[in-house]
Protein backbone atom coordinates (compact mmCIF):
# COMPACT_ATOMS: atom_id res chain seq x y z
CA UNK A 1 0.00 0.00 0.00
CA UNK A 2 1.55 3.55 -0.93
CA UNK A 3 2.02 5.46 2.10
CA UNK A 4 0.62 8.98 3.08
CA UNK A 5 2.52 12.05 3.16
CA UNK A 6 2.99 14.18 6.38
CA UNK A 7 2.35 17.48 5.56
CA UNK A 8 3.73 20.37 8.38
CA UNK A 9 0.91 23.24 7.57
CA UNK A 10 1.37 26.93 9.07
CA UNK A 11 -1.18 28.69 10.19
CA UNK A 12 -1.35 32.39 10.85
CA UNK A 13 -0.43 34.31 14.06
CA UNK A 14 -3.15 37.31 14.03
CA UNK A 15 -4.53 38.01 10.84
CA UNK A 16 -6.32 35.07 8.93
CA UNK A 17 -5.54 36.10 5.35
CA UNK A 18 -2.09 35.39 5.57
CA UNK A 19 -3.03 32.17 5.30
CA UNK A 20 -1.53 30.47 2.24
CA UNK A 21 -3.51 29.32 -0.76
CA UNK A 22 -1.46 25.83 -0.56
CA UNK A 23 -2.20 25.56 3.03
CA UNK A 24 -6.02 26.13 2.79
CA UNK A 25 -5.62 23.42 -0.12
CA UNK A 26 -3.86 21.03 2.09
CA UNK A 27 -6.35 21.18 4.66
CA UNK A 28 -9.09 20.69 2.54
CA UNK A 29 -7.62 17.17 0.51
CA UNK A 30 -5.64 15.55 3.59
CA UNK A 31 -8.00 12.54 5.32
CA UNK A 32 -7.20 14.17 8.58
CA UNK A 33 -5.44 17.15 10.43
CA UNK A 34 -3.76 16.64 13.68
CA UNK A 35 -4.06 19.58 15.80
CA UNK A 36 -2.16 21.16 18.76
CA UNK A 37 -5.78 22.32 19.78
CA UNK A 38 -8.86 20.97 17.35
CA UNK A 39 -11.33 23.51 19.13
CA UNK A 40 -8.46 26.33 18.35
CA UNK A 41 -8.21 24.76 15.05
CA UNK A 42 -12.32 24.50 14.28
CA UNK A 43 -12.62 28.36 14.28
CA UNK A 44 -10.16 28.69 11.57
CA UNK A 45 -11.19 25.63 9.51
CA UNK A 46 -15.09 27.29 10.06
CA UNK A 47 -13.71 30.63 8.64
CA UNK A 48 -12.18 28.85 5.61
CA UNK A 49 -15.35 26.91 5.18
CA UNK A 50 -13.63 23.53 5.53
CA UNK A 51 -15.22 20.44 7.39
CA UNK A 52 -12.49 17.77 8.27
CA UNK A 53 -11.68 15.19 10.78
CA UNK A 54 -9.14 15.88 13.46
CA UNK A 55 -7.33 14.11 16.22
CA UNK A 56 -5.18 15.98 18.37
CA UNK A 57 -1.44 16.25 18.83
CA UNK A 58 -0.40 18.22 21.74
CA UNK A 59 2.64 18.42 24.20
CA UNK A 60 0.72 16.09 26.66
CA UNK A 61 0.12 13.49 24.17
CA UNK A 62 3.19 13.24 22.06
CA UNK A 63 3.99 9.99 23.25
CA UNK A 64 0.69 7.63 22.56
CA UNK A 65 -0.34 10.39 19.68
CA UNK A 66 2.67 10.02 17.75
CA UNK A 67 2.87 6.17 16.76
CA UNK A 68 -0.93 6.55 15.84
CA UNK A 69 -0.16 9.15 13.02
CA UNK A 70 2.69 7.09 11.74
CA UNK A 71 0.35 4.44 11.84
CA UNK A 72 -2.22 6.01 9.65
CA UNK A 73 0.23 7.64 7.15
CA UNK A 74 1.48 3.85 6.54
CA UNK A 75 -2.05 3.12 5.92
CA UNK A 76 -2.13 4.96 3.43
CA UNK A 77 -4.09 8.34 5.02
CA UNK A 78 -2.34 11.36 4.46
CA UNK A 79 -1.70 14.11 7.00
CA UNK A 80 -2.04 17.79 7.67
CA UNK A 81 -0.13 18.99 10.87
CA UNK A 82 -1.02 22.13 12.59
CA UNK A 83 -0.43 24.13 15.24
CA UNK A 84 -2.47 27.27 16.68
CA UNK A 85 -0.38 29.29 15.22
CA UNK A 86 2.68 30.19 13.38
CA UNK A 87 4.90 27.13 11.89
CA UNK A 88 4.67 23.41 13.61
CA UNK A 89 7.78 22.35 15.26
CA UNK A 90 8.91 26.09 16.27
CA UNK A 91 8.29 26.11 20.07
CA UNK A 92 5.25 23.70 19.23
CA UNK A 93 4.27 20.06 19.03
CA UNK A 94 5.75 19.37 15.47
CA UNK A 95 9.28 18.21 16.02
CA UNK A 96 8.69 14.58 17.48
CA UNK A 97 6.31 13.78 14.90
CA UNK A 98 8.43 14.58 12.30
CA UNK A 99 11.35 12.76 13.63
CA UNK A 100 9.06 9.60 13.78
CA UNK A 101 8.34 9.95 10.07
CA UNK A 102 11.76 11.00 8.98
CA UNK A 103 12.85 7.58 10.99
CA UNK A 104 9.64 5.09 9.37
CA UNK A 105 10.94 6.28 5.80
CA UNK A 106 7.27 8.47 5.54
CA UNK A 107 7.37 11.45 3.40
CA UNK A 108 7.09 14.69 4.73
CA UNK A 109 6.67 17.80 3.27
CA UNK A 110 6.52 21.20 5.02
CA UNK A 111 4.63 24.48 3.96
CA UNK A 112 6.34 27.62 4.15
CA UNK A 113 4.29 30.14 5.91
CA UNK A 114 4.36 32.50 8.76
CA UNK A 115 6.49 32.72 12.06
CA UNK A 116 6.48 35.08 14.70
CA UNK A 117 10.16 34.57 15.06
CA UNK A 118 11.47 35.78 11.31
CA UNK A 119 8.70 38.43 11.03
CA UNK A 120 9.93 39.62 14.44
CA UNK A 121 13.83 39.67 13.21
CA UNK A 122 13.31 41.53 9.66
CA UNK A 123 11.76 44.20 11.31
CA UNK A 124 13.96 44.30 13.97
CA UNK A 125 16.32 46.72 11.86
CA UNK A 126 19.06 44.23 13.24
CA UNK A 127 21.18 42.50 11.39
CA UNK A 128 19.64 39.11 9.56
CA UNK A 129 23.37 37.60 8.06
CA UNK A 130 23.08 35.43 11.06
CA UNK A 131 21.02 34.65 13.40
CA UNK A 132 20.03 32.64 16.60
CA UNK A 133 16.46 30.96 17.59
CA UNK A 134 16.20 30.85 21.22
CA UNK A 135 12.28 30.38 21.75
CA UNK A 136 11.64 30.61 25.43
CA UNK A 137 13.87 31.66 28.03
CA UNK A 138 13.79 29.71 31.20
CA UNK A 139 11.20 30.93 33.68
CA UNK A 140 13.11 30.53 37.10
CA UNK A 141 15.68 33.26 37.49
CA UNK A 142 18.89 31.14 37.58
CA UNK A 143 18.37 29.41 35.07
CA UNK A 144 17.18 32.42 32.82
CA UNK A 145 20.79 34.08 34.10
CA UNK A 146 22.55 30.65 33.35
CA UNK A 147 21.27 29.83 29.86
CA UNK A 148 21.66 34.44 29.22
CA UNK A 149 25.50 33.90 30.18
CA UNK A 150 26.25 31.10 27.80
CA UNK A 151 25.09 33.69 25.29
CA UNK A 152 27.66 36.13 26.08
CA UNK A 153 29.45 35.86 23.22
CA UNK A 154 26.88 34.57 20.66
CA UNK A 155 27.72 36.98 17.85
CA UNK A 156 24.61 36.33 15.99
CA UNK A 157 21.20 38.04 15.92
CA UNK A 158 19.02 36.85 18.80
CA UNK A 159 15.65 35.75 18.46
CA UNK A 160 13.62 35.39 21.99
CA UNK A 161 10.22 34.24 22.44
CA UNK A 162 8.63 35.82 25.68
CA UNK A 163 5.47 36.20 27.61
CA UNK A 164 3.75 38.95 28.81
CA UNK A 165 4.44 38.87 32.55
CA UNK A 166 7.69 37.76 32.30
CA UNK A 167 8.93 40.34 30.05
CA UNK A 168 10.19 42.97 32.79
CA UNK A 169 12.30 40.14 34.47
CA UNK A 170 13.53 38.80 30.76
CA UNK A 171 14.97 42.27 30.16
CA UNK A 172 16.71 43.12 33.59
CA UNK A 173 18.18 39.94 33.17
CA UNK A 174 19.43 40.42 29.66
CA UNK A 175 20.50 43.69 29.96
CA UNK A 176 22.30 43.10 33.02
CA UNK A 177 23.99 40.13 31.78
CA UNK A 178 24.48 40.64 27.96
CA UNK A 179 25.11 44.13 28.43
CA UNK A 180 23.15 47.85 26.93
CA UNK A 181 23.15 45.99 23.59
CA UNK A 182 20.45 46.98 20.69
CA UNK A 183 17.10 45.48 20.78
CA UNK A 184 13.32 45.29 19.63
CA UNK A 185 10.66 44.04 21.00
CA UNK A 186 7.47 42.76 18.31
CA UNK A 187 4.31 42.69 19.63
CA UNK A 188 0.93 41.43 18.47
CA UNK A 189 2.44 40.83 14.87
CA UNK A 190 0.12 41.00 12.03
CA UNK A 191 -2.97 41.91 14.46
CA UNK A 192 -4.91 44.85 15.38
CA UNK A 193 -2.23 46.73 17.90
CA UNK A 194 1.00 45.49 16.42
CA UNK A 195 3.78 47.26 17.24
CA UNK A 196 7.67 47.00 17.05
CA UNK A 197 10.07 48.82 19.84
CA UNK A 198 13.28 49.56 18.76
CA UNK A 199 16.12 50.68 20.94
CA UNK A 200 18.58 49.29 23.38
CA UNK A 201 17.44 46.86 26.09
CA UNK A 202 17.27 49.57 28.34
CA UNK A 203 15.41 52.01 26.81
CA UNK A 204 12.87 48.95 26.17
CA UNK A 205 12.58 48.04 30.06
CA UNK A 206 12.22 51.38 30.65
CA UNK A 207 8.72 51.37 27.95
CA UNK A 208 7.96 47.89 29.71
CA UNK A 209 8.06 49.85 33.22
CA UNK A 210 6.04 52.95 31.67
CA UNK A 211 3.54 50.77 29.46
CA UNK A 212 2.22 47.22 30.36
CA UNK A 213 2.92 45.84 27.29
CA UNK A 214 0.56 42.85 26.68
CA UNK A 215 0.19 39.97 23.48
CA UNK A 216 2.43 37.45 22.27
CA UNK A 217 5.73 39.04 22.27
CA UNK A 218 9.51 38.36 20.37
CA UNK A 219 12.36 40.32 21.39
CA UNK A 220 15.36 40.63 19.09
CA UNK A 221 18.48 41.03 20.59
CA UNK A 222 22.16 42.58 18.93
CA UNK A 223 24.67 39.61 19.28
CA UNK A 224 28.11 40.30 20.79
CA UNK A 225 30.50 42.71 19.27
CA UNK A 226 33.65 40.47 17.45
CA UNK A 227 35.93 39.35 19.56
CA UNK A 228 34.23 39.66 23.12
CA UNK A 229 34.92 35.79 22.47
CA UNK A 230 38.44 36.20 22.62
CA UNK A 231 38.68 38.77 25.55
CA UNK A 232 36.69 36.23 27.77
CA UNK A 233 38.52 33.66 26.31
CA UNK A 234 42.04 35.24 27.38
CA UNK A 235 40.75 35.69 31.17
CA UNK A 236 39.84 32.32 31.36
CA UNK A 237 43.15 31.03 30.37
CA UNK A 238 44.88 33.65 32.56
CA UNK A 239 43.19 32.25 35.55
CA UNK A 240 43.76 28.75 34.74
CA UNK A 241 47.21 29.25 33.93
CA UNK A 242 47.71 31.39 37.41
CA UNK A 243 45.99 28.18 39.49
CA UNK A 244 48.17 25.68 37.21
CA UNK A 245 51.72 27.89 39.32
CA UNK A 246 52.81 29.90 36.03
CA UNK A 247 54.26 33.47 36.96
CA UNK A 248 52.03 36.31 35.13
CA UNK A 249 54.72 37.10 32.64
CA UNK A 250 55.02 33.25 31.42
CA UNK A 251 51.23 33.09 31.79
CA UNK A 252 51.07 36.35 29.91
CA UNK A 253 53.41 34.75 26.90
CA UNK A 254 51.99 31.83 26.53
CA UNK A 255 48.31 32.75 25.81
CA UNK A 256 50.03 35.48 23.78
CA UNK A 257 51.44 32.73 21.45
CA UNK A 258 48.13 30.90 21.54
CA UNK A 259 45.41 33.56 20.81
CA UNK A 260 47.97 35.35 18.61
CA UNK A 261 46.24 38.43 20.55
CA UNK A 262 49.04 41.46 20.99
CA UNK A 263 50.31 40.96 24.14
CA UNK A 264 49.23 44.71 25.46
CA UNK A 265 45.43 43.03 25.56
CA UNK A 266 46.74 40.59 27.27
CA UNK A 267 48.62 42.23 30.11
CA UNK A 268 45.65 44.43 30.48
CA UNK A 269 43.48 41.56 30.87
CA UNK A 270 45.70 40.14 33.38
CA UNK A 271 45.35 43.18 35.28
CA UNK A 272 41.68 42.73 35.32
CA UNK A 273 42.30 40.09 37.39
CA UNK A 274 42.00 39.29 40.85
CA UNK A 275 44.92 36.89 41.29
N1 LIG B 1 4.98 28.16 16.20
C1 LIG B 1 4.85 29.57 16.45
C2 LIG B 1 5.65 30.32 15.39
O1 LIG B 1 6.03 29.75 14.40
O2 LIG B 1 5.84 31.52 15.55
C3 LIG B 1 5.29 29.93 17.84
C4 LIG B 1 4.48 29.28 18.92
S1 LIG B 1 4.98 29.69 20.54
C5 LIG B 1 4.02 28.56 21.48
C6 LIG B 1 4.11 31.17 20.85
C7 LIG B 1 5.03 32.38 20.96
O3 LIG B 1 5.31 32.87 19.65
C8 LIG B 1 4.42 33.54 21.70
O4 LIG B 1 4.59 33.43 23.10
C9 LIG B 1 5.21 34.71 21.14
O5 LIG B 1 6.48 34.78 21.76
C10 LIG B 1 5.38 34.27 19.68
N2 LIG B 1 4.26 34.79 18.87
C11 LIG B 1 3.27 34.08 18.32
N3 LIG B 1 2.42 34.90 17.64
C12 LIG B 1 2.91 36.14 17.78
C13 LIG B 1 2.51 37.42 17.32
N4 LIG B 1 1.40 37.58 16.59
N5 LIG B 1 3.26 38.49 17.63
C14 LIG B 1 4.39 38.36 18.36
N6 LIG B 1 4.81 37.18 18.83
C15 LIG B 1 4.09 36.08 18.54
Known amino acids: MEQGILYVCPTPIGNLDDITLRVLDTLR ?9 TRHTLKLLNHFDIKKQMTS ?19 GKSVALVSDAGMPGI ?27 LLALVVSGLSTDK ?25 RTIIFYESPHRLLDSLKDMSSVLGNRR ?21 LLSVAHERQLKGEMVIVVQGAEKGEQEEFDIAAMLLQ ?27 SESLRLKK
Open 57 to 75: YHEHNIREKGPLIVDMLQN
Open 131 to 155: FAFEGFLPSKSTDRIKALEGLKTEE
Open 183 to 203: ASLSRELTKKFEETIRGTLEE
Open 91 to 117: SDPGEDIVKLCVEAGIQVMGLPGPSAA
Open 29 to 37: SVDIIAAED
Open 241 to 267: LLENGYSKKDAIRFVCEKTGAPKNQVY
